[in-house]
């Protein structure tokens, strides 16, 4: 018993001690690292880094057994190397540090860090009325062979695609839908990028998947569906021009052809409804996912 006095007497000391010790410039030190930190890994989760991340904690686990086993011509491959892989991943997360940078220029640091949140709220990616009009849209071109890309944003930005098209920022409807893919029509050619409730581009490229398993019938909307789906968590819905079916990209996985039924349950799914009661917090989006 006098023994654990004894240790918790030495740690209340020290303790005492070390916050005597602490400065202002310490307490801001730990706020600035706490928020670039936290920054980073928000980062992290919302861009394609996360996958690209795991591959570069998968060839350090390698470097790790070949210096641990003194694998001597390894070795000085991989100490040859590091200079280039340090270049290699400055090209290859070029499109998200720009993007870091521009939200920089961009957001209210106050606003952002202390948000005053209080009361029920009902969270959700988009509204029922999307839901349907999104279906009613789809149904619609799939009747009279009207080929269709749209991609549902989730919680991966789609940004650095919606800038390769034409910015529209309008409510989500079925008749918006229906026009933007009539044939011979300015925006027809291309997917179109859907946000929560709004149609944020039209016309946007997409990366084309590259896998082999795709069946030579489906064309470059079906490929491109993929695509957007391989290094996204975007949901996709492709119709079709030349047989009307509907299928969807989702998960790296395209599905199809799906009924109008199929589709809405999907879309609930996606629309991931819920009633919560929302708290203080420090900043905004911890907690969410």
Known sequence: MNNIRLALSGILSWFTQSMKEITFTNVLEIIILTFLVYSLLLWIKNTRAWTLLKGIMVLLICVSVIYLFHMETLIYIVSHAINIAIIAVVVIF???LRRVLEQLGEKQIVSSLIPLDSGRAVTERF?????????????????VKTGALIVIEQEVTLQEY???????????????????????????????????????AATCYLPLSDSMFLSKELGTRHRAGLGISEVSDSFTIIVSEETGHISIAYKRELRGP????????ELLVVQNKSVAQKKFRLWKGWGQG
Request: hydrophobic content about 40%; cysteine-free; charged content about 25%.
């Open 94 to 96: 070029q499109p998200e």
């Open 127 to 143: 509204s029922d009325k999307t839901v349907n009009e999104i279906v009613k849209a789809v149904v619609e071109m799939a009747r």
């Open 162 to 200: 919606e800038r390769t098209g034409i910015v529209l920022d309008s409510v989500v409807s079925s008749q918006l839908l229906i026009n933007i893919f009539e044939h011979n029509t300015p925006l027809h050619d291309g997917a179109v990028l859907v946000k929560g409730n709004r149609v944020t």
């Open 258 to 265: 799906v009924t109008p039924e199929q589709l809405r349950e």
